[in-house]
């Protein structure tokens, strides 16, 4: 009886994100339903390539200390972290799972370790995520306009700017030189 009330198991859930994006990702019409379907999974897929890219900076952070940890132990370094084809994400008030093909996880991903390693910086792993989010906007969803990905990074850069900026504008405290009459 309390089976009704049960939520889906995981691996449907999964199973029925993926087949989701599928569905989109093979439209052809341009109604106005297939438009709706197609920026709703643009949203999905926004949220799920910035988890991706925020996991594969933390899973390798936590990995470079447990190799750390090994190495100093004599121990075999632990396998190195694997990016997910789901992602769970927050979709009004209930969590949903997000599909994304493996090839773009992949790269989200490594995107996320490089930047966490500093090969790449912030500016650079924003145009290439947004790259990637182009790929998937235009060539999987056919949307007119890519999304938008990892706007948190954005807004730290700007108001990182902003700070820079306010710091450079403020007038200069220390006093005059010695020869220096003027009132």
Same mark, same amino acid.
């Given at each position: 009886?309390?089976?009704?009330?049960?939520?889906?198991?995981?691996?449907?859930?999964?199973?029925?994100?993926?087949?989701?994006?599928?569905?989109?990702?093979?439209?052809?019409?341009?109604?106005?339903?297939?438009?709706?379907?197609?920026?709703?999974?643009?949203?999905?897929?926004?949220?799920?390539?910035?988890?991706?890219?925020? +996991?594969?900076?933390?899973?390798?952070?936590?990995? #470079? *200390?447990?190799?750390?940890? =090994?190495?100093?132990? @004599? /121990?075999?370094?632990?396998?190195?972290?694997?990016?997910?084809?789901?992602?769970?994400?927050?979709?009004? +008030?209930?969590?949903?799972?997000?599909?994304?093909? #493996? *090839?773009?996880?992949?790269? =989200?991903?490594?995107? @996320? /370790?490089?930047?966490?390693?500093?090969?790449?910086?912030?500016?650079?792993?924003?145009?290439?995520?947004?790259?990637?989010?182009?790929?998937?906007?235009?060539? #999987?969803?056919?949307?007119?306009?890519?999304f938008q990905v990892l706007d948190f990074l954005r807004e730290e850069l700007a108001a990182q700017a902003a700070l820079l900026e306010a710091a450079e504008s403020e007038?200069?405290?220390?006093?005059?030189?010695?020869?220096?009459?003027?009132?």
């Open positions: 009886m309390f089976g009704l009330f049960s939520r889906n198991k995981p691996i449907d859930e999964m199973r029925r994100a993926e087949a989701a994006y599928e569905k989109v990702a093979s439209l052809k019409g341009d109604s106005h339903d297939a438009r709706s379907l197609r920026l709703r999974m643009g949203l999905i897929c926004r949220a799920h390539l910035d988890k991706t890219f925020v +996991d594969g900076a933390e899973q390798t952070a936590a990995w #470079e *200390e447990r190799a750390r940890l =090994a190495l100093l132990e @004599g /121990s075999p370094l632990p396998e190195a972290p694997k990016p997910s084809k789901f992602q769970k994400i927050r979709s009004g +008030d209930h969590d949903i799972y997000a599909y994304l093909p #493996e *090839e773009f996880v992949v790269e =989200a991903f490594a995107l @996320g /370790s490089r930047y966490q390693k500093t090969e790449i910086s912030a500016p650079k792993a924003i145009e290439a995520m947004q790259a990637l989010a182009q790929q998937i906007s235009y060539y #999987e969803l056919r949307l007119p306009e890519p007038p200069d405290p220390s006093p005059s030189p010695a020869g220096d009459l003027t009132p």
